[in-house]
């Protein structure tokens, strides 16, 4: 179709959200209306300006710039800045990249004034569920999930959401334990969303890991404009989580260095930008996670002691997917419906060979594995056969002619040695409590902690796992 160029400008150009398109090296291509609308610029002064200049922000800092530079996108980012008039706008924007032949050719956002989406949702609800509706939980804080879209029959997830729904309203830390895959940001999503005052503000998520060193603490903490090269006057993420909750991924990734300041934001309430004197309140609600055990991490130094003390208030340990069979059925079929909508494969099922195999799988990439697995097969199968076993990735076809025994990780082993350690050390000492902390060289309080978590009484040496 040679008028193939027109219509989808003509498309760009009639929806409601703002498009932007850059170049790898951060120069403007294209920018509709609403976008101009939204921050109060035109398109015919912004197309072939740099980002960098548009904006007034370093470089480095252009979400443009980090999916160039990655090749991964940035999915639905919470964004407040200013616009030209200084005007303060309140977005949600995905970033996403263009590849072809492996390269990073282009690079695009679709931006969401959030009023917009508000009052959206606020004529939508009304008009189908009358005027008594509760508008707190919608995608207008950032987040997609609650505990009632957990998926599970398992009784370990169920106890701990059980748990979690307990101190979801409060306001202390909260830990959360889990491998690469499990969900870690649905549960913390999801007790974000059940503490009645928080989830009506931003949840905001960081993975330490995703961000160069030099940047992680002014991104975390805002900067001024010349505390060092290139810096600008610019928020950090505490402060755009105003009210809400900033969730750390793999917080034992961040700098020790850097800990230790966060240490001090928590312990004080306050913070500072760098380069900035005044002293900043913290008002949001601090939500972290490791995909290592936290012991493991205080113990090899990846995350300092106190700062760990700090963070687990309270703890969740999400189990691997490999230790709840029960939910690998249930999820498989959710998965499958979702890609059967998205890909209008409407006839497809699973074979019984197919759900056995899945079944004898490992699952090392746990639930986000599993997705993959099921969005793999489905895109393989004709719409009139059932999805079979050659429908498999080739990793787990090996594992369907003989039955595989679950592998424990080193963190099972851990978890194990510890166990047992500690049960040797309290019969030695007749279950002297304060003598059997002295003698492992912890507090009574930490031994007691500990106990409760790995399920040690006097009578048992070791718990489930």
């Known amino acids: 179709m040679k008028d193939w160029e027109y219509c989808f400008k003509t498309i760009l150009s009639t929806i409601a959200e703002g498009v932007m398109l850059a170049s790898p090296d951060g120069q403007v291509l294209y920018y509709n209306k609403q976008m101009g609308a939204l921050e109060g610029l035109q398109p015919k002064d912004v197309i072939h300006q740099r980002i960098s200049d548009i904006y007034n922000i370093d470089e480095d800092y252009s979400e443009h710039h980090i999916v160039a530079k990655t090749g991964n996108p940035i999915i639905d980012r919470y964004q407040v800045y200013q616009s030209i008039d200084k005007t303060r706008i309140s977005s949600v924007a995905s970033t996403y990249p263009i590849i072809k032949d492996g390269e990073v050719i282009a690079t695009f956002s679709v931006s969401r004034d959030v009023k917009q989406v508000v009052d959206l949702l606020n004529r939508t609800q009304k008009q189908e569920k009358g005027p008594f509706v509760d508008l707190s939980i919608s995608s207008h804080n950032n987040t997609r999930y609650r505990f009632e879209d957990i998926i599970t029959n398992d009784d370990s997830m169920l106890e701990l959401i059980k748990k979690a729904k307990k101190f979801a309203p409060f306001d202390g830390c909260v830990l959360i334990y889990g491998e690469t895959g499990v969900g870690k940001e649905l549960i913390a999503q999801s007790i974000h969303n059940h503490n009645p005052v928080r989830k009506s503000q931003p949840f905001i998520a960081l993975n330490c890991s995703a961000i160069p060193e030099p940047l992680l603490e002014s991104i975390l903490f805002g900067s001024l404009k010349g505390a ?16 809400g909750t900033l969730f750390l991924d793999e917080i034992n990734t961040m700098p020790l260095s850097l800990q230790a300041k966060l240490l001090r934001m928590i312990q004080e309430g306050q913070y500072r930008r760098i380069g900035d004197s005044t002293l900043r309140d913290m008002n949001c609600r601090i939500l972290s996670a490791t995909n290592e055990s936290p012991e493991l991490c205080v113990s090899n130094k990846s995350l300092r002691a106190d700062l760990y003390y700090r963070l687990a ?3 969740l340990s999400i189990p691997p997917l490999r230790n709840r069979l029960s939910d690998i059925r249930p999820l498989a079929e959710h998965f499958l419906e979702a890609f059967k909508n998205k890909y209008g494969l409407f006839d497809l099922e699973f074979s019984n060979d197919f759900m056995k195999a899945l079944l004898k799988h490992s699952y090392p990439g746990n639930v986000r594995e599993l997705e993959n697995i099921i969005e793999s097969a489905a895109t393989q199968v004709d719409s009139t056969q059932k999805i079979d076993v050659n429908h498999l990735p080739d990793r787990v076809k090996e594992n369907t002619h003989a039955p595989s025994p679950i592998q424990k990780t080193l963190n099972d082993h851990l978890r194990m040695a510890e166990i047992e ?26 031994l007691q902690y500990r106990m409760k978590k790995l399920g040690i009484t006097k009578s048992k040496s070791h718990s489930n796992w």
């Open 228 to 243: 060092y090269t290139g810096s600008e006057t610019r928020e950090g993420l505490i402060e755009t989580a105003g009210s």
């Open 313 to 315: 208030v309270h703890t």
């Open 421 to 446: 350690i500690i049960h040797k050390t309290l019969k030695d000492h007749d279950f002297n409590i304060s003598k059997s902390a002295e003698a492992l060289g912890i507090a009574r309080q930490n």
